[in-house]
Protein backbone atom coordinates (compact mmCIF):
# COMPACT_ATOMS: atom_id res chain seq x y z
CA UNK A 1 0.00 0.00 0.00
CA UNK A 2 2.89 2.37 0.83
CA UNK A 3 4.36 2.01 -2.41
CA UNK A 4 1.27 2.24 -4.06
CA UNK A 5 0.56 5.33 -2.12
CA UNK A 6 3.78 6.47 -3.36
CA UNK A 7 3.61 5.82 -7.61
CA UNK A 8 0.16 8.03 -7.09
CA UNK A 9 1.78 10.92 -6.08
CA UNK A 10 3.58 10.76 -8.52
CA UNK A 11 1.31 10.95 -11.31
CA UNK A 12 -0.68 13.96 -9.35
CA UNK A 13 0.11 17.10 -11.42
CA UNK A 14 2.50 19.65 -9.80
CA UNK A 15 0.70 22.58 -7.66
CA UNK A 16 0.31 25.51 -9.31
CA UNK A 17 3.28 28.27 -8.19
CA UNK A 18 2.78 31.35 -7.04
CA UNK A 19 3.06 33.76 -9.86
CA UNK A 20 4.56 36.73 -6.53
CA UNK A 21 8.42 36.67 -6.35
CA UNK A 22 9.49 35.26 -3.32
CA UNK A 23 11.41 38.36 -0.55
CA UNK A 24 15.45 38.53 -0.65
CA UNK A 25 16.09 40.24 2.92
CA UNK A 26 20.01 41.43 3.89
CA UNK A 27 21.29 41.73 6.81
CA UNK A 28 24.67 41.76 8.76
CA UNK A 29 24.67 38.67 10.62
CA UNK A 30 23.77 35.58 9.75
CA UNK A 31 19.87 35.68 11.16
CA UNK A 32 17.02 36.92 8.84
CA UNK A 33 15.16 38.47 12.11
CA UNK A 34 17.98 41.04 12.26
CA UNK A 35 17.38 44.24 11.46
CA UNK A 36 19.51 46.20 9.01
CA UNK A 37 19.74 49.81 8.98
CA UNK A 38 19.32 51.49 5.63
CA UNK A 39 21.58 53.20 4.01
CA UNK A 40 23.56 50.06 4.98
CA UNK A 41 27.96 50.90 4.74
CA UNK A 42 29.78 48.92 3.24
CA UNK A 43 33.35 48.74 4.31
CA UNK A 44 36.41 46.39 3.55
CA UNK A 45 35.51 44.65 7.01
CA UNK A 46 31.55 44.77 6.77
CA UNK A 47 29.56 41.44 6.82
CA UNK A 48 26.78 40.97 4.24
CA UNK A 49 24.06 37.90 4.44
CA UNK A 50 21.00 37.13 2.77
CA UNK A 51 17.97 35.25 3.30
CA UNK A 52 16.00 33.66 0.65
CA UNK A 53 12.08 33.40 1.27
CA UNK A 54 10.42 31.11 -1.26
CA UNK A 55 6.75 29.75 -1.86
CA UNK A 56 8.03 26.41 -2.76
CA UNK A 57 11.17 24.68 -2.81
CA UNK A 58 13.26 24.71 -6.05
CA UNK A 59 12.41 21.42 -7.23
CA UNK A 60 9.22 22.73 -8.16
CA UNK A 61 10.44 25.59 -10.30
CA UNK A 62 12.65 23.32 -12.10
CA UNK A 63 10.37 20.15 -12.50
CA UNK A 64 7.89 23.58 -14.10
CA UNK A 65 10.94 23.64 -16.35
CA UNK A 66 11.56 20.60 -17.04
CA UNK A 67 7.81 18.82 -16.85
CA UNK A 68 9.21 15.39 -18.60
CA UNK A 69 12.21 15.22 -17.02
CA UNK A 70 12.50 13.07 -13.67
CA UNK A 71 13.17 14.51 -10.54
CA UNK A 72 16.84 13.06 -10.04
CA UNK A 73 17.57 14.56 -13.38
CA UNK A 74 16.35 18.17 -13.04
CA UNK A 75 18.28 18.11 -9.72
CA UNK A 76 21.67 17.72 -11.87
CA UNK A 77 21.02 19.47 -14.89
CA UNK A 78 19.31 22.74 -12.64
CA UNK A 79 19.67 24.93 -10.05
CA UNK A 80 19.21 28.85 -8.77
CA UNK A 81 20.43 31.71 -11.50
CA UNK A 82 21.67 34.80 -9.10
CA UNK A 83 21.71 37.85 -10.74
CA UNK A 84 23.45 40.93 -9.07
CA UNK A 85 22.47 44.72 -10.22
CA UNK A 86 24.16 47.93 -9.34
CA UNK A 87 22.42 50.95 -9.70
CA UNK A 88 19.57 49.40 -11.94
CA UNK A 89 22.46 48.04 -14.50
CA UNK A 90 22.91 44.45 -14.33
CA UNK A 91 26.52 43.44 -12.92
CA UNK A 92 26.71 39.84 -12.98
CA UNK A 93 24.83 37.06 -13.28
CA UNK A 94 25.99 33.10 -12.51
CA UNK A 95 23.70 29.88 -13.39
CA UNK A 96 24.94 28.02 -9.98
CA UNK A 97 26.76 24.86 -10.74
CA UNK A 98 24.01 21.95 -9.83
CA UNK A 99 26.04 20.63 -6.96
CA UNK A 100 25.26 23.56 -4.56
CA UNK A 101 23.21 23.92 -2.01
CA UNK A 102 22.59 20.15 -1.86
CA UNK A 103 19.87 18.03 -3.48
CA UNK A 104 17.99 17.90 -0.04
CA UNK A 105 18.36 21.86 0.24
CA UNK A 106 16.63 22.36 -3.22
CA UNK A 107 13.82 19.21 -2.56
CA UNK A 108 12.98 20.11 1.05
CA UNK A 109 13.89 24.19 1.65
CA UNK A 110 11.63 27.35 1.41
CA UNK A 111 14.33 29.35 3.06
CA UNK A 112 18.08 30.15 2.39
CA UNK A 113 20.07 32.15 4.21
CA UNK A 114 23.72 32.52 2.86
CA UNK A 115 26.85 34.52 3.35
CA UNK A 116 27.88 37.01 0.82
CA UNK A 117 30.85 38.44 2.73
CA UNK A 118 31.63 36.95 5.75
CA UNK A 119 34.77 38.77 6.81
CA UNK A 120 36.00 37.24 10.10
CA UNK A 121 35.12 33.09 9.19
CA UNK A 122 35.59 33.55 5.17
CA UNK A 123 35.25 30.30 3.65
CA UNK A 124 34.80 28.85 0.61
CA UNK A 125 31.37 28.16 0.34
CA UNK A 126 29.37 29.00 -3.09
CA UNK A 127 27.93 32.14 -2.09
CA UNK A 128 31.15 34.06 -1.08
CA UNK A 129 32.42 32.66 -3.84
CA UNK A 130 29.61 33.71 -6.15
CA UNK A 131 30.32 37.62 -4.55
CA UNK A 132 33.51 37.06 -5.11
CA UNK A 133 32.97 36.35 -8.95
CA UNK A 134 30.64 39.48 -8.82
CA UNK A 135 33.33 42.11 -7.39
CA UNK A 136 35.45 40.46 -10.44
CA UNK A 137 33.05 40.51 -13.11
CA UNK A 138 32.18 44.03 -13.06
CA UNK A 139 30.86 45.21 -9.22
CA UNK A 140 34.19 46.57 -8.09
CA UNK A 141 34.19 48.79 -10.33
CA UNK A 142 30.42 49.47 -10.24
CA UNK A 143 30.51 49.97 -6.54
CA UNK A 144 32.50 53.26 -6.24
CA UNK A 145 32.56 55.05 -3.23
CA UNK A 146 29.12 56.57 -2.32
CA UNK A 147 25.51 55.88 -2.88
CA UNK A 148 24.47 52.86 -4.58
CA UNK A 149 21.35 50.85 -4.70
CA UNK A 150 22.37 46.72 -4.66
CA UNK A 151 19.48 44.17 -6.11
CA UNK A 152 19.61 40.46 -6.14
CA UNK A 153 17.10 38.57 -8.46
CA UNK A 154 16.59 34.86 -8.63
CA UNK A 155 15.25 32.39 -11.32
CA UNK A 156 15.04 28.67 -11.93
CA UNK A 157 17.13 27.34 -14.45
CA UNK A 158 17.34 24.35 -16.53
CA UNK A 159 20.36 22.56 -18.22
CA UNK A 160 19.51 20.49 -21.32
CA UNK A 161 22.27 18.64 -23.36
CA UNK A 162 19.83 19.33 -26.47
CA UNK A 163 18.01 22.28 -25.97
CA UNK A 164 20.00 24.09 -23.81
CA UNK A 165 19.57 26.40 -20.99
CA UNK A 166 16.18 27.65 -19.75
CA UNK A 167 15.56 29.89 -17.35
CA UNK A 168 12.49 30.25 -15.53
CA UNK A 169 10.31 33.63 -14.38
CA UNK A 170 11.95 35.88 -11.20
CA UNK A 171 11.08 33.81 -8.00
CA UNK A 172 12.64 36.02 -5.48
CA UNK A 173 14.46 39.35 -5.31
CA UNK A 174 15.21 42.32 -2.70
CA UNK A 175 16.72 45.66 -2.80
CA UNK A 176 19.77 47.39 -0.58
CA UNK A 177 20.56 50.68 -0.35
CA UNK A 178 24.68 51.52 0.12
CA UNK A 179 27.07 53.90 1.33
CA UNK A 180 30.01 52.25 -0.26
CA UNK A 181 33.38 52.85 2.15
CA UNK A 182 35.87 50.10 0.81
CA UNK A 183 39.07 52.70 0.06
CA UNK A 184 39.52 53.91 4.13
CA UNK A 185 41.24 57.05 4.27
CA UNK A 186 44.46 56.12 5.97
CA UNK A 187 45.99 58.84 7.92
CA UNK A 188 49.87 57.76 7.91
CA UNK A 189 50.98 60.17 10.26
CA UNK A 190 48.88 57.88 12.86
CA UNK A 191 50.51 54.47 11.80
CA UNK A 192 53.31 53.31 13.41
CA UNK A 193 55.58 50.97 12.16
CA UNK A 194 56.75 48.10 14.28
CA UNK A 195 60.93 48.33 15.08
CA UNK A 196 62.46 44.99 14.58
CA UNK A 197 64.68 43.49 17.45
CA UNK A 198 67.60 41.05 16.56
CA UNK A 199 67.09 37.59 16.05
CA UNK A 200 68.57 34.43 15.62
CA UNK A 201 71.08 35.04 12.93
CA UNK A 202 69.22 37.94 11.82
CA UNK A 203 70.82 41.66 12.52
CA UNK A 204 68.57 44.24 12.76
CA UNK A 205 69.22 46.84 9.27
CA UNK A 206 68.79 51.12 9.83
CA UNK A 207 68.85 51.64 6.48
CA UNK A 208 66.57 53.26 4.72
CA UNK A 209 63.16 52.54 2.71
CA UNK A 210 60.03 54.74 2.00
CA UNK A 211 58.46 54.64 5.18
CA UNK A 212 55.42 56.26 4.13
CA UNK A 213 54.45 53.46 1.62
CA UNK A 214 54.80 51.06 3.93
CA UNK A 215 52.61 52.81 6.42
CA UNK A 216 50.06 52.74 3.83
CA UNK A 217 50.51 49.15 3.41
CA UNK A 218 49.84 48.83 6.97
CA UNK A 219 47.11 50.69 7.21
CA UNK A 220 44.97 49.31 4.49
CA UNK A 221 45.51 45.61 6.30
CA UNK A 222 44.47 46.75 9.39
CA UNK A 223 41.29 48.33 7.79
CA UNK A 224 40.71 44.65 6.11
CA UNK A 225 41.33 46.23 2.54
CA UNK A 226 44.02 42.79 2.25
CA UNK A 227 42.37 40.26 4.48
CA UNK A 228 43.61 37.64 6.72
CA UNK A 229 47.70 38.81 6.31
CA UNK A 230 49.12 37.48 9.43
CA UNK A 231 52.62 38.75 8.97
CA UNK A 232 55.46 40.84 6.52
CA UNK A 233 58.61 40.27 7.08
CA UNK A 234 62.21 41.94 4.65
CA UNK A 235 65.35 41.23 4.42
CA UNK A 236 67.73 43.43 2.74
CA UNK A 237 71.45 42.71 2.08
CA UNK A 238 71.19 40.33 4.85
CA UNK A 239 69.39 42.56 7.39
CA UNK A 240 66.27 42.84 8.68
CA UNK A 241 64.53 45.93 7.45
CA UNK A 242 60.54 45.54 7.82
CA UNK A 243 58.98 43.02 10.61
CA UNK A 244 55.01 43.35 11.01
CA UNK A 245 52.26 41.25 12.48
CA UNK A 246 48.36 41.12 11.83
CA UNK A 247 45.31 39.24 12.98
CA UNK A 248 46.91 38.16 16.18
CA UNK A 249 50.26 37.06 14.75
CA UNK A 250 53.04 37.06 16.71
CA UNK A 251 56.96 37.14 16.57
CA UNK A 252 56.53 33.27 17.88
CA UNK A 253 53.70 32.10 16.00
CA UNK A 254 53.94 29.19 13.81
CA UNK A 255 52.07 29.70 10.03
CA UNK A 256 50.37 26.87 8.28
CA UNK A 257 52.02 28.04 4.60
CA UNK A 258 50.73 25.28 3.03
CA UNK A 259 52.52 24.46 -0.56
CA UNK A 260 55.42 26.43 0.82
CA UNK A 261 56.96 23.46 2.45
CA UNK A 262 57.51 21.68 -0.94
CA UNK A 263 60.53 23.73 -1.54
CA UNK A 264 62.21 22.47 2.02
CA UNK A 265 61.50 18.82 -0.08
CA UNK A 266 63.70 20.66 -2.55
CA UNK A 267 66.60 21.84 -0.48
CA UNK A 268 66.52 18.10 1.48
CA UNK A 269 67.06 16.43 -2.31
CA UNK A 270 70.26 18.46 -2.78
CA UNK A 271 71.28 17.35 0.39
CA UNK A 272 71.25 13.73 0.12
CA UNK A 273 72.51 13.85 -2.95
CA UNK A 274 75.52 15.75 -1.83
CA UNK A 275 75.88 12.79 1.09
CA UNK A 276 75.57 10.79 -1.52
CA UNK A 277 72.38 9.06 -0.50
CA UNK A 278 70.96 9.93 -3.77
CA UNK A 279 72.88 9.66 -7.21
CA UNK A 280 71.56 11.96 -8.95
CA UNK A 281 68.16 14.04 -10.07
CA UNK A 282 68.05 11.58 -13.25
CA UNK A 283 67.82 8.27 -10.60
CA UNK A 284 63.97 6.68 -11.93
CA UNK A 285 61.55 5.93 -9.66
CA UNK A 286 62.49 2.21 -10.52
CA UNK A 287 65.51 2.46 -8.66
CA UNK A 288 63.16 2.97 -5.28
CA UNK A 289 60.03 0.86 -5.69
CA UNK A 290 58.81 -1.94 -7.91
CA UNK A 291 56.46 -0.43 -10.13
CA UNK A 292 55.03 -3.95 -11.19
CA UNK A 293 53.70 -4.42 -7.49
CA UNK A 294 51.38 -1.01 -8.39
CA UNK A 295 48.07 -0.82 -10.59
CA UNK A 296 49.03 0.34 -14.12
CA UNK A 297 52.36 -0.67 -14.89
CA UNK A 298 54.10 1.23 -17.53
CA UNK A 299 58.04 1.67 -18.54
CA UNK A 300 57.24 5.35 -19.02
CA UNK A 301 56.19 5.56 -14.83
CA UNK A 302 58.93 2.86 -13.87
CA UNK A 303 61.46 5.50 -15.79
CA UNK A 304 60.19 8.56 -13.72
CA UNK A 305 62.94 10.86 -12.59
CA UNK A 306 63.24 12.56 -9.49
CA UNK A 307 64.10 15.97 -11.53
CA UNK A 308 60.53 15.56 -13.31
CA UNK A 309 59.05 15.00 -9.58
CA UNK A 310 61.28 17.57 -8.76
CA UNK A 311 59.94 20.02 -11.77
CA UNK A 312 56.28 18.93 -11.87
CA UNK A 313 56.34 17.48 -15.03
CA UNK A 314 56.33 13.69 -14.51
CA UNK A 315 53.71 11.56 -17.17
CA UNK A 316 51.55 10.72 -13.65
CA UNK A 317 48.01 11.52 -14.88
CA UNK A 318 47.81 13.85 -11.77
CA UNK A 319 46.94 17.79 -12.00
CA UNK A 320 45.80 19.77 -9.02
CA UNK A 321 44.63 22.44 -11.16
CA UNK A 322 41.66 19.90 -13.19
CA UNK A 323 39.29 18.48 -10.71
CA UNK A 324 38.38 15.66 -13.31
CA UNK A 325 42.35 14.67 -13.19
CA UNK A 326 42.44 10.83 -10.98
CA UNK A 327 45.62 12.32 -9.60
CA UNK A 328 44.21 15.78 -8.27
CA UNK A 329 45.64 15.96 -4.31
CA UNK A 330 42.03 16.50 -3.15
CA UNK A 331 41.85 12.59 -4.24
CA UNK A 332 44.18 11.86 -2.41
CA UNK A 333 43.49 13.26 1.29
CA UNK A 334 41.13 10.42 1.80
CA UNK A 335 43.37 7.45 0.90
CA UNK A 336 44.87 5.82 3.54
CA UNK A 337 48.08 5.52 1.87
CA UNK A 338 49.21 8.58 -0.51
CA UNK A 339 52.56 7.17 -1.89
CA UNK A 340 50.40 3.78 -3.43
CA UNK A 341 47.69 6.80 -4.51
CA UNK A 342 50.59 8.27 -6.41
CA UNK A 343 52.05 5.04 -7.68
CA UNK A 344 48.81 3.51 -8.59
CA UNK A 345 47.71 6.31 -11.11
CA UNK A 346 48.27 5.49 -14.75
CA UNK A 347 50.43 7.81 -17.05
CA UNK A 348 48.58 10.39 -19.36
CA UNK A 349 49.20 9.65 -22.85
CA UNK A 350 47.52 12.79 -23.92
CA UNK A 351 49.30 15.81 -22.21
CA UNK A 352 52.64 16.47 -24.15
CA UNK A 353 55.24 14.68 -22.42
CA UNK A 354 57.44 17.08 -19.90
CA UNK A 355 54.97 19.36 -19.19
CA UNK A 356 54.22 21.43 -16.45
CA UNK A 357 51.34 20.21 -14.30
CA UNK A 358 50.74 20.98 -10.67
CA UNK A 359 51.28 17.51 -8.74
CA UNK A 360 51.36 17.60 -5.20
CA UNK A 361 51.31 13.66 -4.54
CA UNK A 362 54.20 13.47 -6.91
CA UNK A 363 56.03 15.74 -4.13
CA UNK A 364 54.74 13.05 -1.53
CA UNK A 365 56.10 10.35 -3.56
CA UNK A 366 59.38 12.23 -3.39
CA UNK A 367 59.63 12.82 0.33
CA UNK A 368 58.98 8.92 0.73
CA UNK A 369 61.75 8.37 -1.72
CA UNK A 370 63.71 10.63 0.77
CA UNK A 371 62.19 8.99 4.20
CA UNK A 372 64.05 5.71 2.71
CA UNK A 373 67.28 6.67 1.75
CA UNK A 374 67.97 9.26 4.60
CA UNK A 375 69.87 7.94 7.71
CA UNK A 376 67.59 8.00 10.65
CA UNK A 377 64.55 9.21 7.95
CA UNK A 378 63.77 12.90 6.68
CA UNK A 379 62.40 14.42 9.63
CA UNK A 380 66.29 13.40 11.39
CA UNK A 381 68.47 13.95 8.74
CA UNK A 382 66.62 17.77 7.83
CA UNK A 383 66.61 18.27 11.43
CA UNK A 384 70.47 18.24 11.47
CA UNK A 385 71.15 19.08 7.91
CA UNK A 386 68.92 22.05 7.42
CA UNK A 387 67.34 23.51 10.34
CA UNK A 388 70.00 23.35 13.45
CA UNK A 389 72.28 24.97 10.95
CA UNK A 390 70.08 27.84 10.25
CA UNK A 391 69.40 28.14 14.10
CA UNK A 392 65.93 26.86 13.69
CA UNK A 393 64.62 24.45 16.67
CA UNK A 394 61.16 25.44 16.56
CA UNK A 395 59.03 23.89 13.90
CA UNK A 396 56.22 21.41 12.78
CA UNK A 397 55.68 18.76 10.59
CA UNK A 398 52.34 17.49 9.00
CA UNK A 399 52.44 13.79 8.64
CA UNK A 400 51.24 11.23 5.86
CA UNK A 401 49.06 8.62 7.15
CA UNK A 402 52.24 6.78 7.10
CA UNK A 403 53.85 9.05 9.40
CA UNK A 404 56.70 10.81 7.11
CA UNK A 405 56.92 14.39 7.42
CA UNK A 406 54.72 15.52 4.68
CA UNK A 407 56.13 17.23 1.67
CA UNK A 408 53.42 18.00 0.35
CA UNK A 409 53.67 21.20 2.22
CA UNK A 410 52.49 22.63 5.46
CA UNK A 411 55.12 22.49 7.62
CA UNK A 412 54.92 25.41 10.28
CA UNK A 413 57.70 27.31 11.66
CA UNK A 414 57.52 31.73 12.77
CA UNK A 415 58.20 34.22 10.07
CA UNK A 416 61.46 35.02 10.46
CA UNK A 417 62.77 31.02 10.08
CA UNK A 418 60.82 31.48 7.22
CA UNK A 419 62.88 34.70 5.98
CA UNK A 420 65.97 32.38 6.84
CA UNK A 421 65.42 29.90 4.22
CA UNK A 422 65.03 31.85 1.89
CA UNK A 423 68.31 34.18 2.65
CA UNK A 424 70.13 30.55 2.72
CA UNK A 425 69.06 30.41 -0.85
CA UNK A 426 69.80 33.86 -1.99
CA UNK A 427 73.63 33.29 -0.25
CA UNK A 428 73.90 30.80 -3.02
CA UNK A 429 73.28 27.72 -0.21
CA UNK A 430 75.47 30.04 2.65
CA UNK A 431 74.54 30.53 5.95
CA UNK A 432 77.17 32.98 8.42
CA UNK A 433 80.20 31.38 5.59
CA UNK A 434 79.21 27.57 6.35
CA UNK A 435 78.32 26.39 2.84
CA UNK A 436 74.81 24.41 4.17
CA UNK A 437 73.35 23.58 0.65
CA UNK A 438 75.28 23.13 -2.27
CA UNK A 439 75.89 26.22 -4.36
CA UNK A 440 75.41 24.41 -7.75
CA UNK A 441 72.35 22.72 -6.13
CA UNK A 442 70.68 26.53 -5.74
CA UNK A 443 71.91 27.13 -8.98
CA UNK A 444 69.90 24.26 -10.31
CA UNK A 445 67.05 25.00 -8.15
CA UNK A 446 66.82 28.73 -9.97
CA UNK A 447 66.81 27.45 -13.43
CA UNK A 448 63.69 27.81 -15.32
CA UNK A 449 63.48 24.37 -16.24
CA UNK A 450 59.95 24.64 -17.33
CA UNK A 451 57.19 27.14 -18.75
CA UNK A 452 53.67 27.34 -16.98
CA UNK A 453 51.21 26.58 -19.27
CA UNK A 454 48.65 29.53 -19.27
CA UNK A 455 51.02 32.72 -17.40
CA UNK A 456 52.91 34.91 -19.57
CA UNK A 457 56.99 34.42 -18.55
CA UNK A 458 56.54 32.39 -15.51
CA UNK A 459 58.54 29.58 -14.68
CA UNK A 460 59.20 26.59 -12.61
CA UNK A 461 62.51 25.66 -11.15
CA UNK A 462 63.12 22.52 -8.66
CA UNK A 463 60.05 23.43 -6.62
CA UNK A 464 60.33 26.81 -6.56
CA UNK A 465 58.17 29.32 -8.72
CA UNK A 466 59.68 32.02 -11.08
CA UNK A 467 58.50 35.68 -12.16
CA UNK A 468 59.52 38.96 -12.93
CA UNK A 469 58.66 41.60 -11.39
CA UNK A 470 58.90 45.12 -12.91
CA UNK A 471 58.97 48.13 -10.92
CA UNK A 472 60.07 51.51 -11.79
CA UNK A 473 60.96 50.36 -15.32
CA UNK A 474 63.44 48.13 -14.12
CA UNK A 475 63.48 44.35 -13.93
CA UNK A 476 63.76 42.33 -10.56
CA UNK A 477 63.33 38.62 -10.95
CA UNK A 478 62.05 36.45 -8.22
CA UNK A 479 62.21 32.22 -7.33
CA UNK A 480 59.58 32.11 -4.82
CA UNK A 481 58.01 29.61 -2.87
CA UNK A 482 53.70 30.10 -2.68
CA UNK A 483 51.14 28.15 -0.36
CA UNK A 484 47.21 28.34 -0.20
CA UNK A 485 45.98 31.05 1.50
CA UNK A 486 48.52 33.73 0.13
CA UNK A 487 51.87 32.38 1.48
CA UNK A 488 54.87 33.06 -0.02
CA UNK A 489 58.80 33.55 0.86
CA UNK A 490 60.26 35.58 -2.29
CA UNK A 491 63.64 35.25 -3.06
CA UNK A 492 65.01 38.22 -5.59
CA UNK A 493 68.20 36.98 -8.15
CA UNK A 494 69.68 40.45 -8.86
CA UNK A 495 69.51 42.28 -5.82
CA UNK A 496 70.23 41.08 -2.28
CA UNK A 497 66.38 40.96 -1.18
CA UNK A 498 63.67 38.48 0.91
CA UNK A 499 60.39 39.02 1.33
CA UNK A 500 58.14 36.45 3.72
CA UNK A 501 54.51 37.08 3.35
CA UNK A 502 52.40 34.71 5.39
CA UNK A 503 48.58 34.93 5.30
CA UNK A 504 45.20 32.47 6.29
CA UNK A 505 43.13 32.92 3.08
CA UNK A 506 42.63 29.62 2.38
CA UNK A 507 41.39 28.64 -1.03
CA UNK A 508 40.08 32.26 -1.52
CA UNK A 509 40.62 33.38 -4.61
CA UNK A 510 41.96 36.81 -4.14
CA UNK A 511 44.46 35.17 -1.65
CA UNK A 512 47.34 35.57 -3.73
CA UNK A 513 46.34 38.24 -6.35
CA UNK A 514 46.31 40.66 -2.83
CA UNK A 515 49.55 39.75 -2.70
CA UNK A 516 50.31 40.60 -5.96
CA UNK A 517 49.12 44.23 -5.25
CA UNK A 518 50.92 44.17 -2.07
CA UNK A 519 54.29 43.23 -3.86
CA UNK A 520 53.93 45.56 -7.10
CA UNK A 521 52.16 49.00 -5.14
CA UNK A 522 53.47 48.68 -1.71
CA UNK A 523 56.87 46.59 -0.51
CA UNK A 524 59.01 46.40 -3.82
CA UNK A 525 58.56 50.03 -4.49
CA UNK A 526 59.14 51.12 -0.73
CA UNK A 527 62.75 48.70 -0.34
CA UNK A 528 63.85 49.19 -4.20
CA UNK A 529 65.14 52.50 -4.19
Known sequence: MRYLLFALCLCLPLPTLSQTPGKIVFTSQPAANVTISTPYTLTPKSDLFFTVHLDSPLIRYLQALAPDADQETVLKQGNYQFSLYVDGRLCYQSNLHPGAPSAAAKTRDTVLSRPLINYKAASASWSEYYWMRFLRNGGDSALTEG??????????????????????????????????????????????????????????????????????????IEAGVFPKVTSIAVIRNGQLIIEEYFNGSGRDSMHDVRSVG????????????????????????????????????????????????????????????????????????????????ALDLPVNTVRPKGEWHYFTAGVVVLGDVLHRRLPGGLEK????????????????????????????????????????????????????????????????????????????????????????????????????????????????????????????????????????????QYLLPAVLQ
Not at 294 to 314: E, G, H, R, V
Not at 384 to 394: E, K, T, V, Y
Open 147 to 220: PHLLRMEIRPYVSDPVKGIKTGGLIASGELPLIVNRKPFIDTAKIVLNTPTPYNGLVVSHGNFDRNTVKLLKGN
Open 381 to 520: YADQQLFRPLGISRYQWQYTPQGVANTAGGIRMNTLDFAKFGWLYQQRGRWQGKQVLPASWVQQTFTRHKSIPGRQEEYYGYLFWNKTFHINNKAYEAFYCSGNGGNYILVFRNTPLVIVITAEAYNLPYAHPQVNTMLQ
Open 262 to 341: KSFAGAITGMAIRDGHLRSVDQPLSDFYDLHAFANYSADKAQTSLQSLLTMSSPFDGDDNDDQSPGNEENMYPADNWVKF
